[in-house]
């Protein structure tokens, strides 16, 4: 019959064992994982294993093993679930903490054993809790002075920090944490004792108050403000229970937030850390730096995590202690957090079911207590991790590395052993379990609340945090699996990824590309068409969704990346950027009927091959060789318009006559054509030439008004679009536009990609092409896949453009070309050489702008023939 009718201690103890068990296998597991993970990162069983874990696993197994033993013994009728949880917590924090640092993991070992003789000892004292209460008053002034001894003796384990630990030997004593737990049960013993409390409550309450404000005194004094604000709530949730008056609750609130209020005020740390909180996207490299990681390492965790070891959680500072939770997030994804969450919400349910069910009423309070201490120490933290609160400092119970906070919560557990042990069902029947409930709602709507804000992070902000530049987890995926290379349009590669699993690179192959390419680096983050096309590089786009998922399942990484095909034409390109060599300048050369650009040169310009060791020198540097000045520069064309100058006098009118003075004065200074003309009777050869006189002759011709629409046409007041940054567009009046080399009006300024492409309307028959740098990706199944295919639109009338070109080409030439000033820094100008192919080249119509930050037209006109010319008549056809 028994073995049909097992009684309630054999049926506990089943089940506490086969919790243990179940316990024990989810802990064996995610050692193997951690053992395993560096193969599955190489690919290779070539690896260096990790084996450390294992001797925190098997303290671990010997402590639990010795607990449930004595457990069984002891107290029989224990509740079955309390030893499997701080197992299952305290295990599952262990072997994280040995995750992410091996000496921090041995440490906590050792408090691990000393909590588990702690929980022995007090589960073989029988008197335990009458001890406890008898003795209340010498528990909390001990625990007090205890916590005053840090003012003398105070240190902080990692240096530099809040001095709130005592030095015992190698292991450092925090007085605070069994402070926490000498409070309650002074409250539990003190409330336990009157019998008069819920008429009376604010006389029988006074002498507690002493005490509480004594110690929220001492630790405001130590600046220890997450557990100051603990003890408040602990006290009037206590309290409250002890009444059931909801007036103590609403009291204990309003007092919370007075003090915050207050404390934002006064403590320069809670002002910065509601700051912080408040928005922590403002200083995300400084104050907010932690907060915004946890974030991104949340994300990063997705759905069902990286895995156990396949993670970065060590991206996140102080991961083993105070963002334990986003270590755990990372690598077991949503769901796991979730079932950390429910584990937390579980033994608050069960500490207040043993509650209720305690013969008296200090045993119920004390119980009850202990569900808030667990509850309000993981709700604080964990909302700070998810952003939910202001950071508290507090540690997450069982889980986060901390030996004080071990010890405290082992014997946490231990009482509320011995209270479940003891329950009585038929006095818990007379109790007021109103207030009980309560509490019980409030705890569970947290955890629900934080629950939802996990998902939110995970399910709807994960894009937003995951492509951040200073998420560095991208990053070091490229280490292990090798980016896509860029070619240029004839196939040719621009860069080069080269070495094994764990170390892989890629090379530049051409650095004067540096400023288009970009850089996609583990320090310095991303940029240019690195940044731009990184999902197609790092094979998370264009890939089969199959292909994505399977990496990431087996071993939580990305595919191969793709290869990408650019519009640049790298012949033409190199020799663009070495007749710019030692000047500041841009080149822009595109096809002006497809908007395909073949050259985009930048001068000065930085090296994505040695960024680490040159690019605090780079970034000072005041000739700003970060800068992209093909497309980000912005420069004043001024006379370099005379083309389109002409071309809006022959659409509005007639030619007006020679003007007998071609220079133009400017500063200090007069300005003469750029060459001198063959004929000054013709106005094609005086633009051309680049004669300012003659140009400031044709825009005085239109009004503001006429120039404004014929730039509105010409898109200047709209950015390209691109894959790339580009500079914003000018925002201006007509009237700034009929002024020249004025320095009191801001006047207009362009891009030199702009200008290519107002120049490819005119070699074009009018029509404006939508720049495009990028052709297609290279997939492993589809083969090239083509990206960004040309359009254009009609800016320019079609007749009135080849009368235009007519007028601009030389007899016999194949190139229209036309020189002009712009403004510069100081007496300094900047010249500017725009032009392209004529009806007559049976090729692929081009258009090209040079510019050049100083008064140089021989180089200007140089560069630009000798551009046009190579891709006229390349060198190897």
Known sequence: ??????????????????????????????????????????????????????????????????????????????????????????????????????????????????????????????????????????????????????????????????????????????????????????????????????????????????????????????????????????????????????????????????????????????????????????????????????????????????????????????????????????????????????????????????????????????????????????????????????????????????????????????????????????????????????????ILCAWLVLALTNGYWVLIRSDDLLSRSDNLRSAIGDLYVPRGNFLDRNNAPLTQSSGERGDYSVELLYPSLSPIIGYSDLYYGQAGLEASLDPYLRGMQANATSEIWSNAILYSQRPPGLNVRLSLDIEVQTIAGSMLEGVKGAVVLLNAQSGEILTIASTPYFDTNSLQENWDKWNSDPDSPFLNRALQGQYYPETALAPFFLYQTLVTGDLPAIPDQLSYPVKSQVISCARVPESSTDWGTLISSGCPGAAVTLANMLSGEDLYKLYDRLEFFDAPEMDMPVSDPVQTNADNLITFFNEETEGLYISPLQMALAAASLTSDGQLPDPSLVLGVQTPHQGWIILNPGASTEALDAYTTNQVVDMLTEPSSIIWQSIGYGKGTGEQLTTWYIGGTTPEWLGSPLAIAVVIEEENPDLAEQIGQTVLNATIHPANP
């Open 1 to 442: 019959m028994k073995y049909f009718f097992p009684s309630l201690e054999e049926s506990n103890n089943k089940l506490q064992s086969r919790l243990l068990r179940i316990t024990a296998v989810f802990l064996f597991l995610i050692c193997i994982s951690i053992t395993f993970a560096p193969a599955v990162r190489l690919h290779s069983w070539q690896a260096d294993y990790q084996f450390l874990q294992w001797i925190g696993f098997g303290i671990w197994f010997i402590s639990f093993s010795v607990i449930h033993y004595i457990s069984q013994k002891q107290i029989p009728h224990v509740d079955p679930f309390l030893i499997p949880i701080t197992g299952l917590l305290s295990g599952w924090g262990l072997i994280t903490i040995y995750r992410l640092d091996a000496s921090f993991g041995f440490r906590q070992s050792a408090w691990l054993a000393i909590s588990a003789i702690i929980l022995c000892m007090a589960l073989r004292y029988p008197n335990l809790l009458g001890l406890l209460r008898r003795y209340k008053y010498v528990w909390l002034i001990c625990g007090l002075l205890l916590t005053a001894l840090t003012f003398i003796f105070g240190t902080y384990p990692g240096g530099t920090g809040p001095n709130l630990w005592l030095n015992i030997g190698d292991l450092y004593l925090q007085p605070s944490e069994p402070l926490k737990l000498l409070l309650i049960i002074y409250l539990a013993a003190y409330f336990g004792d009157q019998t008069t409390l819920k008429s009376q409550s604010v006389r029988f309450m006074a002498p507690t108050i002493i005490l509480i404000v004594a110690a929220v005194f001492l630790l405001l004094a130590q600046r220890d403000l997450g557990t100051a604000l603990i003890f408040i709530l602990i006290y009037f949730i206590i309290g409250f229970l002890a009444s059931g008056k909801s007036i103590i609750l609403m009291v204990g609130g309003a007092l919370v937030t007075l003090a915050g209020v207050v404390g934002y005020q006064i403590f320069p740390v809670i002002e910065q850390r509601v700051n912080t909180w408040l928005n922590p996207w403002a200083d995300p490299m400084g104050n907010s730096y932690q907060i915004v990681q946890s974030l991104i390492a949340i994300a990063s965790g997705g759905l069902i995590g990286r895995g156990p070891g396949l993670g970065n959680p060590n991206l996140v500072p102080i991961a083993h202690s105070d963002f334990i939770f986003t270590s755990i997030a990372e690598e077991f994804g949503l769901l796991g957090t979730l079932a950390l969450m429910l584990i937390f919400a579980f033994l608050a349910v069960r500490a207040l079911t043993i509650a209720i069910r305690a013969p008296n009423s200090y045993r119920r309070l004390l119980a009850a207590g202990l569900s808030v201490y667990f509850s309000l120490q993981a709700i604080f933290i964990i909302a700070g991790n998810l952003n939910l609160l202001p950071l508290s400092g507090v540690t997450l119970p069982f889980v986060s590395y901390g030996g004080s906070s071990l010890v405290v919560s082992f014997a946490a557990i231990a009482i509320l052993a011995i209270i479940s042990n003891q329950t009585d069902t038929e006095n818990s029947i007379n109790v007021d379990t109103d207030p009980y409930l309560v509490l019980g709602s409030l």
